[in-house]
């Protein structure tokens, strides 16, 4: 299960940062992301760390957006600074191992 958090409403130039709490999944052993979903638009990617704490990042968040996470805690962040209002979306915290989940989502608004 994924529990995601930290989502809300800031002002364009401003900043949020996401949490993503896992509990019954081979946390150490996953590659851990965000992915978002404007109104009417596709699902994207975002951002990953893979086990090795390697990160991966759209090329629309770099430089803005940090990934990072505890696998001693079991969660997965992310940093977003310089937020823009086409970061408006739902973020989900997704996990990968031999299998997938996804959290809820969290929505995010950038105000012009």
């Known amino acids: 299960q994924l529990q995601a958090s930290g989502g809300g409403l800031v002002q364009a130039g401003g900043s949020l940062r996401l949490s993503c709490a896992a509990s019954?999944?081979?946390?150490?052993?996953?590659?851990m992301g965000w992915y978002r979903q404007a109104p009417g638009k596709k699902r994207e990617f975002v951002a990953n760390?893979?086990?090795?704490?390697?990160?991966n990042y759209a090329d629309s968040v770099k430089g803005r957006f940090t990934i990072s996470r505890d696998n001693a805690k079991n969660t997965v962040d992310l940093q977003m600074n310089s937020l823009k209002p086409e970061d408006t979306a739902v973020y989900y915290c997704?996990?990968?191992?031999?299998?997938?989940?996804w959290g809820q989502g969290t929505q995010v608004t950038v105000s012009s």
């Open positions: 997704n996990a990968v191992w031999i299998g997938e989940s």
């Open positions: 019954g999944i081979a946390f150490g052993l996953s590659v």
């Open positions: 760390v893979q086990r090795n704490g390697r990160t």
